[in-house]
């Protein structure tokens, strides 16, 4: 027999009790697990869209605060493209448009010149690319054509009258591109009328050295006034929907794990209260207070961890729900072994965090106290 | 603080004095009486010795000084003729050199009788496989192999008190206290457990201080001392028991 054995078995005598702060606690991970987990593939998904393509620096309005509707000047990509050390460079037009009546929200559309480097190694699997000379046509990921029921050839309607023939689908096993719309940079300018502008140029540089890519961006500054030139990573980090999501992913999994803690609290103070006799028997019999904080801490780490896996089971069944909402498409459904591990450490945390006050008390008893009176 | 010195403060202390009591005195911050006032005796390394007195008479508070889970307000316990002070921190005394009953027998509920037995060892660096067959022979020794793996409420009061004794010799210690043993166990019971004291005392060379209201129990016994309003009033040999080296 071993400590922990001895905690478990504590744990096992109050079965209600511990199956409910378990409980509490599985709440708490499967917030981070769910939330965290959702906004963090959310992000890397947006971050691959940059890396796939090797882009290094990632050209935005400096003073928007939302950076996906910041308007720069689409001249300001020529210019990026005669810097000696620029290798490719792209413009993109970002929209996000919803379609409320057919219940999908939130889909991104790119607008891009079509010989830009950005549509390479699109992997169609129906009709055809992007070509010079295109009107209100459109490519549509696979996921996004597969929601809409739409293929090769079929009409959409961007805006009410306006309609953009499918010319071809592609797939990609990046959820936020193949859950997007590409269109003709010339059209998208003239549908929204934001004819010459672009939301953001993607910079591909000769060399990708650090040193490189950052006396790249240095060059890139000056050329407009109000720019941001990041690379890719810190763009995303920088996008105000990414950090508002990741707030409140953040915020409501505090906020469970606070209330998850507490239940800890609460269950290991009545457990060593309850067990005054008991514990003060076992410094009778040689315990020093040590290992009663270790057993007082192993009861509670071993609810909270509990509590872990079943929240990382409930996690699983939310990411499924969320899937079936509006905007669920953006989510993979797939959780990472680093959310879960993240989700259990943050649980461990709460274990010892919930029993740590628990576990002083305890230690405190004196070994005569509850022996006096039978 | 030699032993030479120790030894000298104490009258009556020879080289098999296990543990002495010097001028014990306890005061609690509480209570309005004295539980203990300046008590002094010895205890030979063998020896059965029952410490009997009306109720609040101070046996348990002395209890407690000789085990190490109090200290007195004044004087000093001396166990092989060193002051208990030296041997701090005291988890490690009462671990490897005390055994205690319980009137209650203070088991743990969710644990078996073999678990229960292996808690003290818990402290110590045996495996987990020694810890276990050490467990066994003791409830053997009590003869509860049987009952290894029911939870207390399951055996009987008296079972549980074996169970407890098992316990109280988990480390092999050489001094065991017990705090009424009996006193919450019918006649047949409670011979049972005198029994296994007297074998423990007779076989294994064990010390034993056993506080009691049982006059059955003081008769076995070598020894008895008498409290009241915590002075030392007695110190009697019992009737009929040879000494120590006798057994
Ligand atoms: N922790 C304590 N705080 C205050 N007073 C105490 C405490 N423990 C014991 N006393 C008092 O000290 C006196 C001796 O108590 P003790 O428990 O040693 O008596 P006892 O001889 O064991 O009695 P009993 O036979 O009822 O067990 C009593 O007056 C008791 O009320
Ligand atoms: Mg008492």
Known sequence: ?374 | MSNARTEATHRGATSECLLCAQELSKFYPDGRVQALDRVSFHVNRGEYLAVMGPSGSGKSTLLNMLGALDRPSSGEVFFEGRPLSEFYPWDRFRCEQVGFVFQSFHLLPALTALENVQIPMLETRRSAAERASAAESLLELVGLASRRHHLPQTLSVGERQRVAVARALANNPPLLLADEPTGNLDSAAAEAVLDLFARLHGEHRLTLVVITHDPALSRRAQRVLRLKDGRLIADEPVEGAGPVSDQ
């Open chain 1, 1 to 374: 027999m071993r400590l922990i054995h001895v905690a478990y078995k504590n744990m096992q005598r109050r079965r209600l009790r511990s199956a409910l702060t378990i409980a509490g606690v599985s709440v708490a991970v499967a917030a981070v697990v769910a939330l965290v987990g959702a906004v963090g593939s959310f992000e890397r998904q947006l971050l691959a869209v940059f890396q796939n393509r090797g882009i290094d620096l990632v050209v935005a309005g400096a003073t928007t605060v939302q950076r996906l509707q910041s308007n720069l000047e689409e001249d300001l990509g020529r210019r990026i493209g005669r810097l000696p050390g620029v290798k490719h460079v792209a413009c993109a037009l970002i929209e996000n448009f919803s379609f409320p009546e057919l219940d999908v929200l939130g889909v991104v559309v790119r607008g891009l010149e079509p010989n830009s480097f950005v549509l390479n190694e699109v992997a169609l699997i129906e009709g055809r690319k992007l070509e010079p000379g295109d009107g209100d046509v459109m490519l549509i990921g696979k996921v996004l054509a597969n929601t809409l029921s739409k293929r090769a050839g079929d009409q959409f309607e961007l805006v009410p009258g306006r309609s953009f023939r499918i010319v071809g689908v592609y797939d990609s096993y990046n959820l936020l591109e193949s859950n997007s719309l590409v269109v003709p940079l010339d059209a998208l300018q003239d549908l929204m009328d934001r004819r010459g502008k672009a939301t953001v140029f993607m910079v591909v540089a000769a060399e990708s050295s650090q040193a490189a890519v950052e006396s790249l961006a240095a060059q890139i500054k000056p050329l407009a006034p109000n720019i941001d030139v990041l690379p890719a990573r810190q763009y995303v980090d920088s996008l105000i929907e990414v950090r508002l999501a990741r707030a409140v992913a953040w915020f409501t999994s505090t906020l469970a794990l606070i209330v998850g803690t507490i239940g800890v609290v609460n269950t290991m103070l009545t457990a060593v209260f309850e067990r005054t006799r008991e514990l003060a028997v076992l410094r009778a019999v040689g315990w020093r207070r040590a290992t009663i904080v270790r057993m007082i801490l192993f009861e509670s780490a071993l609810l909270s961890m509990l509590g872990a896996v079943v929240g990382c089971a409930m996690a699983w069944f939310l990411t499924q729900m969320l899937r079936l909402t509006p905007t669920g498409r953006l989510i993979s459904g797939e959780i990472g072994w680093y959310v879960v591990a993240q989700g259990c450490g943050l649980a461990l945390l709460v274990g010892i965090a919930g029993g740590g006050y628990p576990a002083w008390r305890a230690a405190k008893l004196l070994p005569t106290e509850g022996l006096r009176h039978e």
